[in-house]
């Protein structure tokens, strides 16, 4: 039923993209803990206020989308083009979360850690988005978007805006960022084309793309073993264990791209950057409580 709140609790998760918004809320958590150890109340307000712009940010996303998302079969079932959510109601969630979002941020971390939270609302929706109309290449300053967050948490602790450590694992989630995006077209680049998006598939062809999606998928994994050059891993056990990581994440990047020279294997290429991820944030929030 439409109008049960089942379904409609659904569509406000997928006008949000909440677990998408909620992995977004957990690079702020890796920030904090490379500062330090405490468990104050700034902790939940960087996490709480991450997770709430995040989620304004992707409606306010979908509602700026709304028309291309109608022509595209990847989108065209999302809340707004299937009309299971109307455009004003869109943006009086945007409102709600983004105003809620701030609020947090102000009241229980640090104006620096608000003003980047401001920043990277803009950067995403303002420029960023629109940018992706003119631009075929504006997935490269939109990796801003995900420098950012960890930034967020590390200031929220109390760490200083430009230390070399966190601007080097800002450097690493903005390379991430990049493939990660790009893994999508090498799917559904087809479809940004056919929606009037300029996409790098009309660039490059599929071989190129997915040799220059490898090797920034491979930055990926270089980036990461900076960490220890520049003592952002100080543990032998951890030094051992992110090598160990980056080689079973680049074993598995080559296989998914070119086990098979035809076809891409989207599934296990998705899977094991997220996994890299994910292991680079819990080993670097795990040392601070081995140090």
């Not at 599929?206 to 920034?216: A, D, G, H, M, P």
Request: hydrophobic share 55%; proline share 5%.
């Amino acid at each position: 039923m439409k109008n049960s709140p089942s379904f409609l609790l659904n569509s406000w998760l997928e006008l949000t993209k909440f677990k998408l918004s909620f992995s977004v809320a957990l690079s702020p958590v890796a920030g904090y803990f490379m500062f330090g150890t405490d468990f104050s109340s700034s902790l939940m307000g960087v996490f709480v206020g991450t997770l709430l712009l995040a989620t304004g940010v992707a409606a306010l996303n979908q509602y700026q989308e709304r028309q291309v998302d109608g022509k595209m079969p990847r989108t065209h079932k999302r809340p707004i083009p299937m009309g299971l959510i109307s455009e004003r109601q869109a943006l009086l969630g945007v409102s709600v979360l983004l105003l809620l979002g701030f609020l947090v941020l102000w009241f229980f971390t640090t104006p620096i850690t608000t003003l980047l939270g401001f920043i990277n609302v803009i950067w995403y929706n303002a420029i960023y988005t629109p940018l992706k109309k003119i631009s075929a290449f504006a997935v490269i300053p939109g990796g801003v978007c995900g420098a950012l967050p960890p930034m967020m948490g590390w200031t929220a602790a109390g760490g200083e805006l430009w230390h070399p450590k966190i601007v080097l694992l800002a450097l690493f989630f903005f390379v991430w960022q990049i493939p990660h995006f790009w893994l999508i077209l090498l799917k559904y680049g087809q479809e940004y084309t056919k929606a009037g998006l300029p996409s790098v598939t009309a660039i490059w062809n599929q071989k190129q793309l997915k040799s220059i999606t490898f090797i920034w998928m491979l930055t990926t994994g270089v980036s990461a073993l900076l960490l220890p050059v520049f003592n952002m891993v100080f543990v032998l056990t951890l030094k051992v264990l992110l090598a160990l990581f980056t080689v079973v994440y680049m074993y598995y990047i080559y296989q998914s791209l070119y086990k098979n020279a035809e076809k891409v294997n989207f599934r296990e290429a998705f899977i094991a950057i997220n996994i890299f991820l994910i292991s680079i944030m819990t080993l670097l929030v795990v040392q601070q409580f081995m140090a």
